[in-house]
């Protein structure tokens, strides 16, 4: 019986073992996968110093994350000076679900990616978040549903008539979200934004995506005698390059160019050259991330690159492959249009 008991404790001790060895202490799991996980995520204050002297970019960080889910440590990786302690400190404060190995909460190793952007310095975006600004010529086709202003009582008493101009923003499923006047006399702006609030549109198509869009809205109040005591109300077109619309309407022109993420790029690309190792990087050991910004041009062909980060040795390479590279075409409502975007370029030396 002694025996018996001794072996089932020896059995026991030896599963306990193999079950401790076969949970790591650490794994390494991808940005996207940690990003799934995020609970408390506190962005970055920007430097005044950097601001002033116009400085974006990425950051790029190891961060070691704890079985609880804190951030242990921050490395850098890459990114420019002026930003880099910044975006430490903001991800030292960020709170993570933990990760869960075979049920069991692990270290984690990742990287994390901080963006230092001006917001007067780029294009509105959809992808961004922004609101893409879309002309009332194209809008227009898109309403499905409108309600006409009540001409106010005190106009009509007044005699006030005249055209109201609105700032319209559209959510991606077609809502009105928010209306403010751009022009109008104030007895009948009232009446125009209630009324263009009830409005509703199809989604805006970017990319194949809804995006919430920014479009204007004119709207005018008249009194004659075809229209009776309660006056007329005409939703009114708002021709491009019409002497009225340049005079009075918000200039809402479709961007040139828009900014979009490098994982949306990344699901474009069509030819993607790999980069020549540098020799003389080889030799020296030399690892790291290259970090570019790309502009694609309206046929999908890299139009143009440029650093943003990365070691001197390695990105003369990485420019020379991503200037070969192809996409397909990034469509704007259903048009193609030129792109700016980021690339990364990892070298790493085997067993390094």
Not at 150 to 159: G, K, Q
Not at 267 to 275: A, M
Not at 326 to 346: A, C, F, M, S
Request: net charge neutral; with cysteine.
């Amino acid at each position: 019986m002694a025996h018996r008991l001794a072996l089932s404790f020896l059995l026991m001790f030896c599963a306990a073992i193999a079950a401790a060895q076969a949970i790591p202490g650490r794994v390494r799991v991808s940005a996207a996968a940690m990003s799934e996980l995020s609970q408390v995520k506190v962005p970055p204050a920007y430097p005044p110093l950097a601001r002033q002297a116009r400085i974006q970019g990425v950051v790029v960080l190891n961060a070691l994350i704890t079985k609880t889910g804190d951030v242990q440590d921050v490395q850098l990786v890459s990114g420019h000076p002026m930003l880099a302690p910044a975006a430490i400190a903001a991800v030292k404060q960020w709170k993570y679900r933990p990760y869960l190995l075979n049920g069991d909460p692990v270290e984690v190793e990742t990287q994390v990616q901080v963006n230092f952007t001006l917001s007067d310095v780029h294009a509105p975006s959809g992808a961004t978040g922004g609101s893409l600004q879309v002309s009332e010529a194209v809008m227009r086709p898109l309403r499905t549903s409108s309600v006409d202003p009540a001409y106010p009582p005190l106009a009509l008493e007044t005699h006030v008539e005249g055209k109201v101009i609105l700032n319209v923003e559209i959510n991606a499923s077609g809502d009105v979200e928010t209306v403010t006047p751009f022009t109008g006399h104030p007895t009948l702006v009232q009446s125009a934004i209630i009324a263009v609030l009830q409005w509703n549109y199809r989604p805006y198509l970017l990319n194949g995506e809804p995006t919430k869009v920014q479009t204007s809205v004119s709207l005018t109040f008249a009194l004659s005698p075809e229209s009776g005591p309660q006056g007329s109300m005409t939703d009114s077109p708002l021709p491009p390059g019409s002497d009225d619309e340049s005079a009075s309407a918000p200039h809402l022109p479709l961007p040139k160019r828009i900014r979009v993420s490098a994982g949306v790029a990344q699901g474009l690309v069509l030819t993607k050259v790999n980069p020549e190792y540098p020799q003389d990087a080889k030799q020296a050991r030399i690892q790291g991330v290259v970090l570019l910004k790309v502009n694609i041009a309206q046929d999908g062909t890299v139009k143009q690159v440029e650093l943003i980060s990365g070691h001197p040795m390695l990105a003369p390479a990485a420019i020379d492959a991503v200037q070969k590279w192809t996409y397909r075409p990034y469509l704007l409502n259903g048009d193609p249009i030129e792109v700016e975007t980021q690339v990364r370029v990892d070298f790493t030396l085997a067993g390094g």
